[in-house]
């Protein structure tokens, strides 16, 4: 299982179909396959040899692209760095994983400094096309022969949000990546006449289509932003047909001027990083007729390991598995344990653990880490949630995330999923804050939609129609201003739980 096979095979089966559609430019696959070979030659000539760690620091696009697969094709390993950090943080992470080179796209140039100045022996090398960058140079190059690098050879170290404690590296291998990618054509039949839009971040898995669409040979059109708008003007201009985002996105979707754009080519809206609420789904198949919708869960650590297909979004299926996570993948397993790593009966809410070829080789330079999250020969996700008789697994909540109010056991995603339906809500999430009484109580958090003033009495009788009283809040907020959201639109409760246990010893009461 090699990476780059990919390119190969779409050079030879498809070598004037087009590749790569970025703003004007156009690739076809043979000429996408000289740049990398030269690419390669170029990080060869800068030293990059096996296993040399190289980061990248840029915003999508096709020089981002040819970055991923010139780095495989030298036999390196990269280390795609998230946009948003600041320098502290991205030096926390270029020391920690030794990487020799970083490449640098435009508009980072204040990053890059600060980094340089923190690292004197850090070779910085700009990838787009300001400043004399790496794409300038490749025409130059000889193309390097591949390096052939592939199975458990490590391919790249992707960080964690850093949510709890300090990043940690999470080294996947070829064997890996291909696995994953393998299994979404597979699971969502991707085919070489797609067109696949990437607006989803490059440094982050959730743009796994990076490899599935460089596999069968299809066009890869790549976005910077990952919002309603971008997505709609470039289905329309470039006919997208597969398009990976986020819940909250396919809500602005649902609520744009669909009209003022042709999605007509648009065949499958996908979505992972987090629940999608009732209200959303049923909204966005009521306004996106004919789109299949398919849900993927995973992590950085075991990415892409199940699927909601199109027959359970069918609204004739009477949506009975919807608010699942779907079945494991082909090749995959899940199971779900107790505090004791034994398997729990149907039905019964504990830890989703995993195995199969996508399970990462472990944690950069933290052996400890690593034993205890593999342990038993299964990655322990520290998602809590039940399998039912059928297999399909349902995700209630992060363990962390859970809330103890009283003894009783609270998952703050079917309190979100109830509130989601509230015709005033535009968007909402649930945390547990500190509790004199209770020792944590339910506290909603509300965007309304614009021009609308939800009392707390009626967002209460609409949860009481849905949820048992213990699950409903205990204290409101509402707020004009988006949720925060990390680049792959998850919630990020850790910084709103921040405010109310500021001084704890523990932000959960045990």
């Known amino acids: 299982m090699q990476l780059t096979q990919g390119v190969h095979r779409s050079a030879r089966i498809n070598p004037n179909g087009i590749a790569t559609i970025d703003g004007e430019r156009r690739r076809t696959w043979a000429e996408l396959a000289r740049d990398v070979a030269r690419f390669a030659a170029l990080l060869r000539s800068l030293g990059v040899g096996p296993n040399d760690r190289v980061a990248v620091l840029a915003n999508n696009g096709d020089h981002y692209f040819d970055a991923y697969f010139a780095i495989f094709w030298a036999g390196g390993v990269i280390v795609p760095l998230n946009t948003r950090l600041s320098v502290p943080e991205l030096a926390f992470q270029i020391e920690d994983v030794g990487a020799a080179v970083l490449l640098v796209g435009d508009g980072f140039e204040v990053q890059a400094a600060g980094l340089a100045e923190r690292f004197p022996n850090l070779l910085i090398e700009h990838l787009d096309e300001a400043g004399g960058g790496l794409r300038r140079r490749i025409a130059d190059q000889p193309e390097l022969e591949d390096a052939g690098r592939g199975d458990g050879d490590l391919a790249g170290v992707f960080y964690t949000g850093g949510t709890t404690g300090l990043p940690k590296g999470v080294m996947l291998t070829h064997r890996n990546l291909v696995s994953v990618a393998s299994n979404l054509i597979m699971m969502i039949r991707f085919a070489p006449d797609c067109i696949d839009l990437h607006c989803a971040p490059m440094f982050h898995l959730a743009d796994i289509g990076l490899f599935t669409v460089t596999m069968v040979g299809g066009v890869h059109v790549f976005a ?96 009975a598995k919807l608010r699942s996570a779907g079945v494991p993948g082909y090749g995959f397993e899940l199971k779900v344990v107790g505090p004791d790593d034994q398997e729990l009966p149907r039905g019964q809410v504990g830890e989703i653990v995993g195995r199969g070829p996508c399970v990462m080789a472990g944690y950069w330079n933290r052996p400890d880490e690593t034993a205890e999250a593999l342990r038993g020969g299964w990655m322990h996700s520290q998602d809590a949630g039940f399998m039912d008789e059928d297999g399909y697994i349902t995700i209630t909540d992060r363990l962390k995330d859970m809330i103890v109010s009283g003894a009783e056991n609270i998952y703050s995603i079917e309190v979100e999923n109830a509130l989601s339906l509230h015709p005033q809500v535009q968007e909402c999430t649930v945390i547990g804050v500190p509790d004199e009484r209770w020792g944590e109580r339910v506290h909603a958090i509300v965007v309304p939609v614009p021009g609308e003033a939800p009392s707390e009495q009626s967002m209460l009788a609409h949860l009481h129609e849905r949820l048992a009283r213990y699950k409903c809040p205990k204290s409101w907020e509402l707020r004009t201003e988006p949720l925060p959201r990390s680049p792959i639109g998850k919630v990020l409760k850790a910084d709103l739980r921040k405010t109310y246990w500021a001084g704890r010893a523990s932000a959960v009461s045990v």
């Open 224 to 319: 910077q932003r990952l919002d309603a708008d971008t997505i709609m003007a470039l289905t329309a201009r470039h006919k997208v047909t597969h398009v990976f985002t986020v819940p909250a996105v396919i809500d602005a979707l649902s609520r744009a001027d669909l009209a003022a754009h042709d999605l007509s080519s648009l065949r499958m809206l996908g979505y992972g990083g987090s629940p999608m609420p009732a209200a959303t789904i049923a909204r966005a198949q009521d306004r996106l007729p004919g789109i299949q919708f398919i849900q993927g869960f995973g992590m950085t650590e075991m990415p892409s390991i199940s699927f909601l297909l199109p027959e359970q979004h069918d609204p004739a299926s009477g949506h």
